[in-house]
């Protein structure tokens, strides 16, 4: 069985991270509650006319992908796989607001076509010449856990040996306003915003674009490799240590020879126990890391938390601003992810520095 | 050949029937479900026809049995009576017995309740519980919830190609052996959205559609939901399984031309054939049946057809499109159409291509009009959709 190997990444969020080291550039905003991305210089990667077309997380997801390419020295490759929880936004919103102000008349067809989930996806592909096998996974919190599963399993059987994965999702107005209504998203008595610890209900927003290339062989600019991953749609609190526990023997590993956990707390004080219930107790000794206060929560901030470990490994460094106990390792040779939104969809991931061995 | 992976149950609701057998009468007797949309309302309401389920909310709402409370989609419900009958169709009684997932798909997911609320939320507080019924997930996680599954469930979403690529992914998760079982297909209820959509495209007919028709005016929207039960060997060797057929091939690939056109030669439909013929083992000569995609609009059809030239050359095999009987369906196209498939392996016929008069003018390729019995192995069924996505499965009978 052959190995799965991140050789590039491109992260676009809401902080400095397409033109960093790592997060040397990232402060926390603790006073909105929707956080957006820093726009790269997009006509640096994409031509001015069509620029304007583009939905948000399209021209995010083409310049992040774009950044992961260039890194990998890769300029095909053999399957484009996304991961989306929620589409463009952006044109679904246009078109469905057009629609019903405008008694259904007098539309145009640019926001329909664009609005499907498979946009970005579909953008790439056509932007690289790209024929290959073209997903798009939609699945809440394990949308871009999917397109990564789906990703392993297709170097592992050799059916593609490069392969270029990604998380998009995109803040619109009407959404975030509706998903503020709905008490998804903190209330403004509730600022200053925090994660940790968690003192109120609902989380802080955002949005990113985060991609990634992995392929069956590591070169020089390999950052990690992906061991193994699985999704779980509902689990009770205390089933996590079971289910985590499983998964850790199923690949042959135990919780001690995890050197940093990354966490996907987001504040949300009626589910952060799911996070909190391992890092008090079985992973208590184990080093912690958390990201959702500085990329906020959406459904594939995950992506950015891959992100996060994969840098994690490359520089043997945890910045302290992401840092939520003071155990330290030596070497961060082998790190899990563990993330779920609502106590739904539960994902473990698997990374660890490249070991060159068939 | 290569077997490829048990399917043992299946599971349907589309306007031509709300069971398997419903579906396979209409077929057999040339009943076609295209009527005046009843359910929506809509100014296009006289100018375009559509493939309904005649059943309201309400009435699905009874049939599953929901809480009055409940926050379900349209499209939810659907998924669930479907994938339900799937469940039953393969006897599965303890859903978490062996490891079991979703792959589910859908295209406007829970936005028929979106629509109907979008100003109402601010207003109505009752109307709240809908917003988090709105993405893809929502309705694969009402599925789970429906049939009690805790496992993996995952969605995909790559427009009218959907169920295709769920169908696609659930056998890839057997073969890899991530699970042992898995419910897969795809679920699409008609919403102002693509009926609005599609109306900007100018693809939609105002008649019944004419797929491979040299006049064919574009595509009658539809809505449905069908689900396959896959399951690996061993699980099928114990529990002594009946097969209903294998899922033997299937390929995706990417057009690359246009984001809603298809190419001039269907280059992403040409490879998308070639890669499930090859994962199948199989050379085109031994395909008995084609069940195409076959839209009826202007640019699928020429498309669509030229890939087919390209791959079968002067030996295309039959081929038709249940698409007069149905409607598009969208992202639940290629599940219904996988059901179909198997019913056609099943009782060894090929479905007519209905109302097709003229052969179109570029290529002398004429789609099989009426219904025609003969043995069947091996059925290929496409599915295409926007973004340039294109999805071959290729069905086998069952020995």
């Known amino acids: 069985m052959r190995k799965c190997y991140i050789n590039g990444v491109g992260c676009i969020s809401a902080q400095g991270t397409f033109d960093t080291v790592f997060l040397e550039d990232s402060i926390v905003n603790d006073q909105d509650n929707v956080l957006t991305i820093q726009d790269p210089v997009y006509k640096n990667y994409i031509a001015p006319a069509a620029i304007r077309r583009m939905g948000k997380g399209v021209k995010a997801g083409i310049v992040a992908s774009a950044l992961a390419m260039q890194e990998a020295g890769v300029e095909n490759v053999d399957a484009i796989i996304t991961?989306?929880?929620?589409?463009?936004?952006?044109?679904?919103?246009?078109?469905?607001?057009?629609?019903?102000?405008?008694?259904?008349?007098?539309?145009?067809?640019?926001?329909?076509?664009?609005?499907?989930?498979n946009t970005v996806a579909a953008q790439i592909a056509l932007g690289i010449k790209c024929n290959?096998?073209?997903?798009?996974?939609?699945?809440?919190?394990?949308?871009?856990?999917?397109?990564?599963?789906?990703?392993?399993?297709?170097?592992?059987?050799?059916?593609?040996a490069t392969i270029l994965i990604g998380g998009i999702d995109e803040t619109v107005e009407y959404t975030m306003s509706l998903f503020k209504l709905a008490g998804y998203i903190k209330n403004e008595s509730d600022k200053p915003f925090k994660v940790l610890p968690a003192t109120s209900k609902g989380?802080?927003?955002?949005?990113?674009?985060?991609?990634?290339?992995?392929?069956?062989?590591?070169?020089?600019?390999?950052?990690?490799?992906?061991?193994?991953?699985?999704?779980?749609?509902?689990?009770?609190?205390?089933?996590?240590?079971?289910?985590?526990?499983?998964?850790?023997?199923?690949?042959?590993?135990?919780?001690?020879?995890?050197?940093?956990?990354?966490?996907?707390?987001?504040?949300?004080?009626?589910?952060?126990?799911?996070?909190?219930?391992?890092?008090?107790?079985?992973l208590a000794n184990t080093t912690q890391v958390y990201y959702k206060h500085l990329s906020g929560e959406y459904n594939t901030a995950s992506a950015f938390g891959l992100w996060v470990a994969a840098k994690i490994i490359r520089t043997q460094e945890i910045p302290a601003i992401i840092k939520v106990n003071r155990v330290e390792k030596e070497s961060y040779k082998t790190i899990l992810l563990y993330n779920q939104y609502k106590g739904k969809d539960h994902s473990f991931t698997l990374i660890s520095t490249c070991q060159n061995t068939e | 050949m290569n077997k490829g992976v048990a399917i043992t149950g299946m599971g349907i609701i589309s306007a031509i029937g709300n069971t398997v057998e419903e579906n396979l009468i209409s077929l057999l007797n040339n009943k076609v479900a295209i009527s005046t949309i009843d359910n929506i309302s809509t100014i296009h309401k006289d100018s375009i026809k559509v493939a309904e389920i005649k059943k309201t909310n309400q009435?699905?709402?009874?049939?599953?049995?929901?809480?009055?409370?409940?926050?379900?989609s349209r499209t939810a419900m659907l998924g669930a009576i479907a994938a339900k009958q799937a469940m039953a169709d393969a006897g599965i009684t303890d859903i978490n017995e062996y490891r079991t997932g979703i792959v589910?798909?859908?295209?406007?997911?829970?936005?028929?309740?979106?629509?109907?609320?979008?100003?109402?939320?601010?207003?109505?507080?009752?109307?709240?519980?809908?917003?988090?019924?709105?993405?893809g997930g929502a309705t694969a996680q009402t599925i789970a919830d429906e049939l009690g599954l805790k496992g993996m469930v995952t969605t995909i979403s790559t427009a009218c190609s959907s169920a295709a690529n769920a169908i696609m992914f659930g056998a890839r998760l057997i073969k890899a052996k991530k699970l042992d079982r898995v419910i897969v297909g795809g679920t699409d209820a008609l919403a102002k959205f693509t009926i609005?959509?599609?109306?900007?495209?100018?693809?939609?007919?105002?008649?019944?559609?004419?797929?491979?028709?040299?006049?064919?005016?574009?595509?009658?929207?539809?809505?449905?939901?069908?689900?396959?039960?896959?399951?690996?060997?061993e699980l099928v060797q114990k529990e002594h399984k009946r097969v209903l057929a294998y899922v033997s091939g299937y390929g995706n690939a990417n057009d690359a031309f246009h984001q809603t056109a298809s190419s001039e030669n269907g280059e992403g439909a040409f490879l998308a054939m070639q890669k499930a013929m090859k994962v199948a083992g199989l050379e085109p000569a031994q395909i008995d049946y084609i069940n195409a995609h076959g839209t009826a609009t202007p640019n699928n059809d020429l498309s669509e057809g030229r890939a087919m030239l390209r791959i079968f050359g002067k030996h295309v095999p039959d081929f038709s499109s249940t698409k007069p009987f149905t409607g598009h369906t969208l992202a639940a196209a290629a599940a219904i159409e996988a059901v179909y498939s198997i019913l056609a392996l099943q009782n060894n016929i090929v479905f007519p291509n209905l109302n097709f008069k003229?052969?179109?003018?570029?290529?002398?390729?004429?789609?099989?009009?009426?219904?025609?019995?003969?043995?069947?192995?091996?059925?290929?069924?496409?599915?295409?959709?926007?973004?340039?996505?294109?999805?071959?499965?290729?069905?086998?009978?069952?020995?």
Not at chain 1, 89 to 114: G, V
Not at chain 1, 139 to 148: G, I, P, Q, W
Not at chain 2, 200 to 223: A, V, Y
């Open chain 1, 132 to 160: 290959g096998y073209n997903f798009t996974y939609v699945h809440s919190a394990v949308s871009f856990e999917s397109s990564l599963l789906d990703a392993m399993m297709q170097i592992e059987s050799g059916d593609a």
């Open chain 2, 196 to 233: 609005n959509g599609f109306k900007t495209l100018m693809i939609l007919s105002d008649t019944d559609n004419t797929p491979f028709d040299n006049d064919r005016k574009g595509l009658n929207l539809g809505e449905a939901a069908a689900y396959l039960v896959l399951e690996s060997d």
């Open chain 2, 104 to 135: 589910s798909s859908t295209s406007v997911g829970g936005m028929d309740m979106t629509e109907r609320y979008y100003y109402e939320y601010f207003k109505d507080e009752s109307c709240l519980k809908y917003v988090s019924s709105h993405d």
């Open chain 1, 83 to 117: 991961g989306t929880g929620m589409g463009c936004m952006e044109d679904s919103e246009k078109f469905l607001k057009a629609i019903i102000d405008n008694n259904e008349s007098f539309l145009t067809p640019t926001s329909f076509i664009q609005s499907t989930h």
């Open chain 2, 358 to 399: 003229t052969p179109m003018s570029e290529f002398d390729l004429v789609p099989q009009a009426v219904l025609k019995h003969k043995p069947i192995q091996h059925v290929l069924s496409n599915s295409f959709g926007f973004g340039g996505n294109c999805s071959t499965l290729i069905f086998s009978k069952s020995e």
């Open chain 1, 203 to 282: 989380v802080v927003y955002g949005e990113g674009a985060t991609f990634f290339i992995v392929a069956d062989r590591p070169q020089s600019s390999s950052y990690a490799q992906v061991l193994a991953i699985e999704l779980l749609n509902s689990l009770e609190v205390h089933e996590v240590e079971i289910k985590l526990n499983h998964f850790l023997a199923a690949n042959g590993f135990q919780i001690s020879d995890i050197d940093a956990v990354v966490l996907g707390y987001n504040g949300d004080i009626e589910y952060d126990v799911y996070y909190q219930n391992i890092a008090e107790n079985c």
């Open chain 2, 59 to 72: 009435e699905l709402v009874n049939e599953l049995q929901l809480p009055e409370e409940n926050n379900y």
